[in-house]
C-alpha cells in the first residue's frame, strides 16, 4: 500500500517512455484520486491538449518533473476522515 503523494489539482509529469508512443506530451492536472490497484495509488488525470482523462498510477509519475502541494504541507490535511455524505442535510419525513 503506497501512501497518495499528489492531491486534487497538482501538476504531473509521466516517465518517459510510459505509454510508449500513445503518450501524452506535457504536464497533467490531477483530477480526482481512484481506489488502489495492485497496491499502487491511481489517479484520474486530465492532460494538456487533450480531451479525455487518463488512468495513472502513481510510480508512473516522473516525481522531479512534478509539483505537489502535499509535499510541501504534509499529509495531515488528507488524514482527517470526513465522509462525503453531509449529515446536516438529511431530512426524513412521515408518510
Known sequence: ?????Y???DTIALKRGTLGS???SGTGRIVSRLPEA???TQYRVQFEGENFERR????DIDVEASTSK???IGFAAESKSSSWIN???ITLRKR
Open 56 to 59: 495513472v498510477v502513481q510510480p
Open 70 to 72: 502535499a509535499l510541501n
Open 87 to 89: 449529515s446536516t442535510m
Open 38 to 40: 495492485d497496491g499502487a
Open 7 to 9: 492531491q486534487i489539482g
Open 1 to 5: 500500500m503506497q501512501d497518495p503523494r
Open 22 to 24: 500513445f503518450g501524452p
